[in-house]
């Protein structure tokens, strides 16, 4: 859906904008891997190259980039990616390249749609047919099997979407480098396979879904190529913001490379299937494969958790009939949050592959015994969820393109062979989705307004309508009454009865993570996080209503473009970002939401203070605040061991650099810590606070990214501004009680902002074990120290650019002056 502007007539009158602020022989030559694999990944054969040649040549990859993908030691430049993909577009009738955008760092942001030419001439019928099965609300108002029959001949008609997305994360480097495999099999070979293929299914490859990583990854790897430090990651960030988060953007949409795949290509073409090319460990199963382990999100409709596990258990089953081995389903990953996998709301299945790496690109060798278990599965023993056994030996980059090629052509075959069953269950997701809901059902929520002028609930709304969510304004300057329950003026209102409304569920809804044991008693720990609620997250209150529901008409048409809300930050001097050799995901996210409030023109918002810099000291000269990002208290203090990087990368921030930061702050600086970074100052700079849950067992106290209630002393100025009652986002998060060492009085320079309420449970949404161990404890504290101050946050106020409650805390904490 394409963003418009809109104002937001206020009650007081006032009209206020609001601004979202080789050859064929050397692909032969691994010796680890079954014959089966190489006819899917051999070039055409002699007699058919010199054919194209004369007559239409199609350029293999080798030359342009000058060596076969897969190659041990040898990565692409992103621009002969795109240079490549450009010459096949030229060259192929199968092949349409487009240029969507550009990446954070100005790269082109790119994808070839690959199918059939008879297919390519009818883009825009075949998208009209997505759109229409999408929607079935579009096939009329008649007899529902009516538009059954409607939706019959669109299935006949139609082709399976299958969105090919690589290179997320850029150090995991065989999936960019596959999609060049790919993409010239499937724009050269003329076998009766790939034909089906094109036929029956359109193909959109992304070749990389992070352009800026490929060259981040690739120039820090040749330089180190052939030195002790070879297959090393690099000492930066692979996504400037976001590092491996760029994978955790799909329903907050902060970063441009998300917003471009929504806008450009979920939202245009509503895939039937996303195959989501990755890469592991070393030392587990060689390839992960759907079905995911438990728990799956419970707002994700069956027909998807039945698709991707009929096509994962198909793709094992077809691999491993071609000898493939150490293949694991049913493990590892789970299905539960949308932060991952925004198809799963949009009708379509996601399919991730998980293919067991190497050094970047240099080989490994696995001794068998060196394999470790992972969840749900030992990649020593035969079961139910893992075979057969890999027995371990050399591990090349070509055995990833390997592992990698042979499954998307797998999947393809599947999508190609099953069209009309894919094509028939994406329509049923849709008709299902926009039903009448009955008396007693969820009918919808109204989202209040919120937030400084509204404008929270505006950003949440916006975001909803970024992921195709329909929302309603009624009468927006006047409150309505409905049901018996009167809304205040300029409530939005979110019905269940339309495509997504599954997705806008989940995002408005408190989540209840099961609480999942080992047989030891140990917590199973989620994947990623156990929470998702953008409505706590951005303190927007929201009600769910039950049908019926009637409401006045609402205004049509109208979309929203907000600013962060309800912050404006006082009087700004220099702020450092502490940036450890050792990079830390929370720094990225603390420059971007720093850069995103604060940033003028082209000019970051914040300063860099490294290592070096940290050592060298005066750093009051250069700095008014210093920020220590999330990171664990040991990388801060050491950073790398001597001998795993470079002599300029290791050592932390030493003694040294601790002493500066004593005098920082003695002087009359601003020292703030974000979550684990409080326990370095603590253990440091000797303040007098301790972490009552430090060294607790996870059976005692576990909160694995879980949103938590806290209360605000309001009087302090970190919380100008805000509610008595907050959030926080707790993840591997300090609790904080203040003591004196020798005294039974807690000290006097410290003040607690925030504290856990003691009456009651905690947890808001998500999952917390021992949550009586923190009632009545402190999450916030302020320690002064000579003439300046300490802000411990037992949280992270930031959290991936979603946390806007607790921006003002953080934003108070960078900008406002000493106390």
């Known amino acids: 859906m394409p963003k418009r502007a809109l104002v937001l007539l206020l009650s007081i009158g006032l009209l206020l904008p609001l601004f979202s602020s080789q050859t064929s022989a050397e692909l032969l030559n691994s010796t680890t891997q079954p014959t089966e694999t190489f006819e899917l990944l051999a070039l055409p054969n002699a007699a058919r190259a010199v054919e194209r040649r004369v007559d239409g040549h199609i350029p293999a990859p080798a030359e342009v980039i000058g060596f076969v993908p897969g190659d041990d030691r040898k990565l692409a430049s992103w621009s002969h990616v795109v240079q490549y993909f450009e010459q096949l577009d030229q060259a192929s009738d199968r092949v349409k390249f487009e240029r969507l955008g550009k990446s954070t760092m100005g790269r082109p942001f790119v994808m070839a749609t690959i199918s059939a030419p008879e297919n390519l001439a009818r883009l825009d019928e075949y998208k009209k047919i997505q759109e229409q099965l999408a929607d079935p609300r579009t096939l009329g108002d008649g007899p529902s099997r009516a538009r059954d029959r409607k939706a019959a001949e669109l299935i006949r008609r139609g082709k399976t979407v299958v969105l090919i997305t690589c290179g997320i994360h850029s150090t995991e480097v065989g999936s960019y480098l596959s999609s060049l495999l790919i993409a010239h099999r499937l724009a050269s070979s003329d076998s009766p396979d790939i034909q089906n293929v094109l036929r029956n299914t359109i193909i959109l490859l992304v070749p990389s879904l992070n352009p800026d990583g490929v060259d981040i990854v690739k120039n820090w790897y040749d330089k180190t190529l052939d030195t002790p430090y070879e297959g090393t990651d690099p000492p930066e960030l692979y996504h400037k913001y976001t590092g491996h988060d760029n994978n955790r953007d799909w329903y907050a949409f902060t970063q441009v490379e998300t917003q471009i795949t929504v806008d450009k290509i979920h939202n245009v073409w509503h895939p039937q299937i996303v195959h989501d090319i990755h890469q592991q460990g070393a030392r587990g199963s060689r390839l992960f494969l759907p079905p995911y382990m438990q728990p799956v999100e419970p707002n994700v409709p069956k027909q998807i958790v039945a698709g991707y596990t009929e096509l994962g258990n198909f793709m094992a089953r077809e691999m491993r009939a071609q000898g493939f081995k150490g293949i694991t389903s049913n493990s590892t990953y789970d299905a539960w949050s949308p932060a991952r996998a925004y198809s799963h709301y949009h009708g379509g ?114 975001l909803l309508m970024e992921g195709g969510v329909e929302t309603e304004w009624p009468r927006r300057e006047k409150a309505f009454t409905a049901n018996g329950v009167t809304y205040p003026a300029y409530s939005f209102i979110v019905r269940m009865d339309q495509p997504y409304g599954r997705f806008a569920k989940a995002l408005l809804e408190s989540q209840r993570y099961p609480d999942l044991r080992d047989r030891e008693g140990h917590p199973i720990a989620p994947y990623d996080v156990t929470a998702h609620t953008l409505s706590l997250l951005m303190n927007v209150a929201v009600k769910p209503v039950t049908a019926p529901f009637r409401y006045p008409t609402p205004l049509g048409g109208e979309t929203v473009s907000t600013g962060v809300p309800g912050i404006a930050p006082g009087p700004v001097g220099a702020v450092g970002v502490y940036r450890s050799s050792v990079p830390a995901i929370d720094e990225g996210w603390t420059r971007w939401a720093i850069n995103d409030i604060m940033k003028s023109g082209d000019h970051e918002a914040s300063l860099p203070l490294n290592d070096k810099q940290a050592r060298d000291g005066g750093l009051a000269k250069r700095y008014s605040t210093i920020v220590i990002p999330d990171q664990e208290p040991e990388a801060i203090r050491n950073g790398y061991k001597a001998g795993a990087m470079p002599p300029e990368y290791t050592g932390g921030l030493g003694p040294a650099g601790v002493k500066a930061l004593r005098e920082f702050v003695e002087h009359g600086g601003t020292l703030v810590c974000l979550n684990r970074a409080s326990n370095f100052a603590i253990d440091q700079l000797h303040l007098p606070v301790r972490d009552v849950v430090d060294g607790v067992s996870q059976k005692e106290f576990f909160v694995p990214g879980s949103i938590l209630s806290i209360e605000l002393d ?58 009586k161990r923190i009632r009545g404890k402190a999450a916030l504290v302020e320690v002064t120290l000579g003439k300046g101050r300490i802000i411990l946050f037992g949280f992270r106020p930031q959290y991936r650019g979603q946390s806007l409650a607790t921006y003002p805390l953080f934003f108070n904490a960078v900008s406002a002056k000493s106390q």
Request: aromatic fraction near 10%; charge should be neutral; charged fraction near 20%.
């Open 349 to 462: 299945v996601r399919i991730l592959s998980e293919t067991a790496s190497c050094k970047i690109a240099s080989p490994i060798t696995v001794n068998f015994g060196d394999l470790r278990a992972g969840e749900g599965y030992d990649p020593r023993k035969e079961s139910a969820t893992f075979g057969p056994l890999w027995r371990g030996g050399e591990w090349h980059l070509r055995d990833i393109t390997n592992y990698m090629t042979t499954a998307a052509f797998v999947l393809l075959q599947h999508a190609a062979e099953n069209r009309r069953e894919w094509l028939s269950r994406f329509y049923e997701i849709g008709k299902d989705a926009v039903r009448p809901r009955q008396p007693g059902e969820l009918f919808g929520f109204v989202i209040l307004p919120s937030g400084l002028y509204g404008q929270n609930s505006l950003k949440l709304v916006n």
């Open 714 to 771: 309001t009087a302090n100025p970190l919380a100008k501004g805000m509610p008595q009652e907050s959030i926080a986002w707790v993840e591997d998060s300090p609790v904080f009680e203040v003591v004196q060492a020798g005294n039974p009085l807690p000290a006097t320079n410290v003040r607690v902002v925030a504290r856990y309420p003691a009456d009651r449970n905690p947890l808001l949404s998500g999952w917390l074990l021992g949550e």
